[in-house]
Protein backbone atom coordinates (compact mmCIF):
# COMPACT_ATOMS: atom_id res chain seq x y z
CA UNK A 1 0.00 0.00 0.00
CA UNK A 2 1.12 3.77 -0.54
CA UNK A 3 2.60 5.72 2.28
CA UNK A 4 0.67 7.95 3.72
CA UNK A 5 -0.20 11.17 2.07
CA UNK A 6 -1.84 14.03 3.02
CA UNK A 7 -4.42 15.25 0.42
CA UNK A 8 -4.13 19.19 2.05
CA UNK A 9 -0.42 19.06 2.74
CA UNK A 10 0.34 22.39 0.71
CA UNK A 11 -2.60 24.09 2.29
CA UNK A 12 -1.05 22.86 5.95
CA UNK A 13 2.48 24.22 4.38
CA UNK A 14 1.32 27.52 3.69
CA UNK A 15 -0.70 27.94 7.00
CA UNK A 16 2.35 27.38 9.14
CA UNK A 17 4.77 29.61 6.86
CA UNK A 18 1.47 32.37 7.49
CA UNK A 19 1.51 31.43 11.38
CA UNK A 20 5.24 31.87 11.07
CA UNK A 21 5.40 34.97 9.20
CA UNK A 22 2.18 36.35 11.67
CA UNK A 23 4.60 35.48 14.49
CA UNK A 24 7.53 37.69 13.63
CA UNK A 25 5.59 40.66 12.79
CA UNK A 26 3.88 40.55 16.05
CA UNK A 27 7.59 40.02 17.72
CA UNK A 28 8.66 43.60 15.84
CA UNK A 29 5.86 45.23 16.71
CA UNK A 30 6.17 44.06 20.29
CA UNK A 31 9.67 45.45 19.60
CA UNK A 32 8.36 48.58 18.96
CA UNK A 33 6.03 49.00 22.01
CA UNK A 34 8.59 48.07 24.36
CA UNK A 35 10.88 50.72 23.14
CA UNK A 36 7.88 53.06 23.32
CA UNK A 37 7.12 52.08 26.80
CA UNK A 38 10.93 52.47 28.27
CA UNK A 39 10.66 56.00 26.63
CA UNK A 40 7.50 56.72 29.11
CA UNK A 41 9.58 55.27 31.70
CA UNK A 42 11.97 57.47 31.37
CA UNK A 43 10.02 60.50 30.65
CA UNK A 44 8.49 59.61 34.17
CA UNK A 45 11.36 59.38 35.83
CA UNK A 46 12.52 62.52 34.35
CA UNK A 47 9.96 64.33 35.52
CA UNK A 48 9.64 62.23 38.86
CA UNK A 49 13.51 63.89 39.79
CA UNK A 50 13.07 67.21 38.42
CA UNK A 51 10.35 67.51 40.75
CA UNK A 52 12.27 65.82 43.87
CA UNK A 53 15.14 68.63 42.66
CA UNK A 54 12.88 71.31 42.49
CA UNK A 55 11.47 70.27 45.86
CA UNK A 56 14.85 70.45 47.60
CA UNK A 57 15.66 73.56 45.74
CA UNK A 58 12.70 75.25 47.33
CA UNK A 59 13.69 74.41 50.80
CA UNK A 60 17.29 76.26 49.83
CA UNK A 61 17.21 80.15 48.88
CA UNK A 62 15.99 79.83 45.02
CA UNK A 63 15.10 82.65 42.98
CA UNK A 64 11.33 83.07 41.31
CA UNK A 65 13.72 82.59 37.60
CA UNK A 66 14.92 79.39 38.43
CA UNK A 67 10.77 78.26 39.84
CA UNK A 68 9.47 79.54 36.64
CA UNK A 69 12.19 77.63 34.83
CA UNK A 70 11.37 74.22 36.45
CA UNK A 71 7.92 74.94 35.87
CA UNK A 72 8.19 75.22 31.84
CA UNK A 73 10.19 71.98 32.02
CA UNK A 74 7.79 70.39 34.13
CA UNK A 75 4.84 71.11 31.55
CA UNK A 76 6.96 70.11 28.83
CA UNK A 77 7.98 66.75 30.43
CA UNK A 78 4.00 66.82 31.32
CA UNK A 79 3.27 67.18 27.66
CA UNK A 80 5.57 64.73 26.07
CA UNK A 81 4.43 61.89 28.52
CA UNK A 82 0.88 62.40 27.62
CA UNK A 83 1.92 62.26 23.97
CA UNK A 84 3.80 58.95 24.64
CA UNK A 85 0.77 57.73 26.56
CA UNK A 86 -0.86 58.20 23.08
CA UNK A 87 1.13 56.65 21.39
CA UNK A 88 1.91 53.92 23.66
CA UNK A 89 -1.87 53.02 22.95
CA UNK A 90 -1.86 53.31 19.89
CA UNK A 91 1.10 50.64 19.77
CA UNK A 92 -0.44 48.14 21.86
CA UNK A 93 -3.84 48.47 19.46
CA UNK A 94 -1.27 48.04 16.67
CA UNK A 95 0.31 45.23 18.74
CA UNK A 96 -3.48 43.59 19.78
CA UNK A 97 -4.25 43.55 15.99
CA UNK A 98 -1.42 41.76 15.31
CA UNK A 99 -1.95 39.28 17.87
CA UNK A 100 -5.58 38.79 16.75
CA UNK A 101 -4.47 37.92 13.37
CA UNK A 102 -1.51 35.63 14.53
CA UNK A 103 -4.51 33.38 17.00
CA UNK A 104 -6.56 33.57 13.65
CA UNK A 105 -3.78 31.77 11.78
CA UNK A 106 -3.08 29.42 14.90
CA UNK A 107 -6.95 28.26 14.82
CA UNK A 108 -6.69 27.68 11.21
CA UNK A 109 -3.67 25.64 11.05
CA UNK A 110 -4.77 23.72 14.19
CA UNK A 111 -7.85 22.41 12.07
CA UNK A 112 -5.31 21.43 9.30
CA UNK A 113 -3.98 19.35 11.21
CA UNK A 114 -6.55 17.97 13.00
CA UNK A 115 -7.48 16.84 9.85
CA UNK A 116 -4.33 15.17 8.72
CA UNK A 117 -4.57 13.80 11.92
CA UNK A 118 -7.80 11.92 11.28
CA UNK A 119 -6.80 10.98 7.92
CA UNK A 120 -4.01 9.31 9.20
CA UNK A 121 -5.76 7.48 11.51
CA UNK A 122 -8.58 6.58 8.78
CA UNK A 123 -5.27 5.36 6.64
CA UNK A 124 -4.12 3.42 9.18
CA UNK A 125 -6.96 1.67 9.67
CA UNK A 126 -7.41 0.63 6.29
CA UNK A 127 -3.76 -0.81 6.06
CA UNK A 128 -4.88 -3.06 8.96
CA UNK A 129 -7.73 -4.09 7.27
CA UNK A 130 -6.10 -4.68 4.19
CA UNK A 131 -3.27 -6.81 6.56
CA UNK A 132 -6.03 -8.71 8.09
CA UNK A 133 -7.42 -9.21 4.95
CA UNK A 134 -4.38 -10.28 3.36
CA UNK A 135 -3.83 -12.55 6.21
CA UNK A 136 -6.68 -14.40 6.13
CA UNK A 137 -6.82 -15.03 2.25
CA UNK A 138 -3.47 -16.53 3.29
CA UNK A 139 -4.99 -18.96 6.18
CA UNK A 140 -8.22 -19.62 3.81
CA UNK A 141 -5.74 -20.92 0.74
CA UNK A 142 -3.36 -23.16 3.06
CA UNK A 143 -6.56 -24.28 4.56
CA UNK A 144 -8.15 -25.14 1.11
CA UNK A 145 -4.76 -26.64 -0.34
CA UNK A 146 -3.38 -28.29 2.92
CA UNK A 147 -7.12 -29.20 5.18
CA UNK A 148 -7.06 -30.14 8.28
CA UNK A 149 -3.07 -30.94 8.23
CA UNK A 150 -2.22 -27.10 8.49
CA UNK A 151 -4.93 -26.40 11.43
CA UNK A 152 -3.32 -28.92 13.13
CA UNK A 153 0.05 -27.65 12.63
CA UNK A 154 -0.80 -24.51 14.20
CA UNK A 155 -1.75 -26.29 17.09
CA UNK A 156 -5.38 -25.31 16.87
CA UNK A 157 -7.93 -28.83 17.84
CA UNK A 158 -11.36 -29.31 17.33
CA UNK A 159 -13.08 -29.33 20.36
CA UNK A 160 -15.11 -32.84 21.22
CA UNK A 161 -18.49 -32.12 22.59
Known sequence: MKRFAFRFQTVLDVRRQREETLMRELSQREAVLS????VLENLR??????????????QAAISLLEVGLFQVYLQKLAGAIEEQKVWVA????????????????????????????????????????????????????????????????????????
Open 90 to 161: QLEAWVQEKRDEVVEALKARKVMEKIKEKDHTLYRKEVARVDQNFLDEIVTSHYRRDGKAFVQSMGIRKEVK
Open 45 to 58: NKESSTRETLKEKL
Open 35 to 38: EAVT
